[in-house]
Structures are given as structure tokens and as C-alpha cells.
């Protein structure tokens, strides 16, 4: 059993930081240039980040690949919170409709990005949810940081960095859209 906090949260310890702002930087421009060149240029590509920390990162990285190719990325949001395997399946589907990811996904390239890649249980979701949108002509997975441990048949095509973790330890990934810092740390629950 963990110690917690007064508030009832798992105490953390910071283990060591895995990325700094410019670093995160270095990477996404990697990882821009890489889908372009695994899909020609881009021209039929959407890129679709997972709320919350994906978000950012489609954003960014679709500012880069327009840099890049000279082009407009077509880029939306994904909200996967009625999917989510750990909520009960008994209530109502959520309404979904194809402009509620800000693009029509049908027939396009889709790149589905988030922060980090653990059971895999996020994206699993994150595919129900696209397809209820949608019908896309195919779907590639970024991840800015893969910690491994999956529990479900998923990869990423497109991986900023693969961290070997235990299970006791936790990547906390920080942009500053979402959290006011930009960095990645390793911690540790405290026992
Ligand atoms: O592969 P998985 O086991 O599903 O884990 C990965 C997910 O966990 C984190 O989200 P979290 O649920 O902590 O929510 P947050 O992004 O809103 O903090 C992270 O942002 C990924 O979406
Ligand atoms: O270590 C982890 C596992 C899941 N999600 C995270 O953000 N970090």
C-alpha cells in the first residue's frame, strides 16, 4: 500500500527529469518531419489529440508540418471521457457528431496523438470514440513518451521516447498549455 497525502492523493517522489522544454522541442520537430515522410508530404493527413495533453502536442506538431510542407494541417480535438473502460457501459452512448472534432475524419489519414503510452487502455478508447465520428482511411498513433507495460495489442507508429519504467513509477509529462511548465519528470510512489 502507498502512503498518501492529506487530501488523499499517493505521495510522489521526483525520480529525475527524463526531458526539458527544449528537448520536448527537438522532438516533436523530429517526430513532424517523420510523418511526413511516412505519408507523403501529408496533403490527406488530420492530426486528432487526445484531450488533455494531446491536444497541445497535435497542435504543435501540426504547426510544424505546415511549416514544414507549406500547407494547413487539418487538427482536432478528441474527447474520450464517456469511453473510458473503467466507467460503466450501461449508460447512454454519448452523442457524437463529425464536426465535434473540429474535422470530418471520414476518408482522411488520421494521427491520433497523446502524452504517454502505458496499458494502452487510453487509445483503445480513443479508437471507439474516432470511429463513432467517422471512418477514417487510416488511423497512426503518436506517443511523446512510451513507458511500456501494455495490456492491449497497441503500438505507436510515431514514438518521441521509449522509457523502460516499473510499475511503481509514473511519467508526469508537463506542457504549457495544460500545466504552466513544460518538461518531463519520473516519479516514484512513495511507500
Ligand atoms: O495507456 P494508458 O494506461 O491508458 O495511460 C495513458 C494515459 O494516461 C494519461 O492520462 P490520464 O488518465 O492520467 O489523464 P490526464 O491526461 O487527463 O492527466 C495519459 O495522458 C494518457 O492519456
Ligand atoms: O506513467 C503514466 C501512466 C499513465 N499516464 C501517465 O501520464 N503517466
Same mark, same amino acid.
Request: proline share 5%; net charge negative; no cysteine.
Given at each position: 500500500?502507498?502512503?498518501?497525502?492529506?487530501?488523499?492523493?499517493?505521495?510522489?517522489?521526483?525520480? +529525475?527529469?527524463?526531458?526539458?522544454?527544449?528537448? %520536448?522541442? *527537438?522532438?516533436? &520537430?523530429? =517526430? /513532424?518531419?517523420? #510523418?511526413?515522410?511516412?505519408?507523403?508530404? +501529408?496533403?490527406?493527413?488530420?492530426?486528432?489529440? %487526445?484531450? *488533455?495533453?494531446? &491536444?497541445? =502536442? /497535435?497542435?504543435? #506538431?501540426?504547426?510544424?508540418?505546415?511549416?514544414?510542407?507549406?500547407?494547413?494541417?487539418?487538427?482536432?480535438?478528441?474527447?474520450?471521457?464517456?469511453?473510458?473502460?473503467?466507467?460503466?457501459?450501461?449508460?447512454?452512448?454519448?452523442?457524437?457528431?463529425?464536426?465535434?472534432?473540429?474535422?470530418?475524419?471520414?476518408?482522411?489519414?488520421?494521427?491520433?496523438?497523446?502524452?504517454?503510452?502505458?496499458?494502452?487502455?487510453?487509445?483503445?478508447?480513443?479508437?471507439?470514440?474516432?470511429?463513432?465520428?467517422?471512418?477514417?482511411?487510416?488511423?497512426?498513433?503518436?506517443?511523446?513518451?512510451?513507458?511500456?507495460?501494455?495490456?492491449?495489442?497497441?503500438?505507436?507508429?510515431?514514438?518521441?521516447?521509449?522509457?523502460?519504467?516499473?510499475?511503481?513509477?509514473?511519467?508526469?509529462?508537463?506542457?504549457?498549455?495544460?500545466?504552466?511548465?513544460?518538461?518531463?519528470?519520473?516519479?516514484?510512489?512513495?511507500?
Amino acid at each position: 500500500m502507498s502512503e498518501t497525502t492529506e487530501t488523499g492523493q499517493p505521495k510522489i517522489r521526483e525520480k +529525475g527529469r527524463l526531458m526539458s522544454a527544449s528537448e %520536448i522541442e *527537438r522532438t516533436l &520537430v523530429r =517526430l /513532424a518531419h517523420e #510523418i511526413v515522410e511516412k505519408n507523403d508530404g +501529408g496533403s490527406n493527413l488530420g492530426l486528432v489529440g %487526445i484531450r *488533455r495533453r494531446g &491536444v497541445p =502536442l /497535435a497542435q504543435r #506538431i501540426g504547426d510544424l508540418i505546415a511549416k514544414i510542407e507549406k500547407h494547413p494541417v487539418d487538427t482536432g480535438v478528441l474527447d474520450i471521457s464517456f469511453y473510458r473502460d473503467d466507467l460503466s457501459t450501461d449508460g447512454p452512448r454519448p452523442k457524437v457528431t463529425p464536426g465535434a472534432i473540429g474535422f470530418d475524419v471520414t476518408g482522411r489519414d488520421i494521427i491520433l496523438m497523446d502524452d504517454v503510452l502505458y496499458t494502452g487502455r487510453t487509445i483503445r478508447a480513443a479508437l471507439d470514440a474516432l470511429f463513432d465520428h467517422g471512418r477514417p482511411k487510416s488511423v497512426q498513433l503518436l506517443v511523446l513518451i512510451d513507458r511500456g507495460h501494455r495490456e492491449l495489442p497497441i503500438e505507436a507508429t510515431f514514438v518521441g521516447r521509449s522509457i523502460p519504467t516499473s510499475s511503481r513509477e509514473i511519467i508526469e509529462v508537463k506542457l504549457s498549455e495544460v500545466d504552466g511548465q513544460e518538461q518531463v519528470l519520473l516519479v516514484e510512489l512513495v511507500d
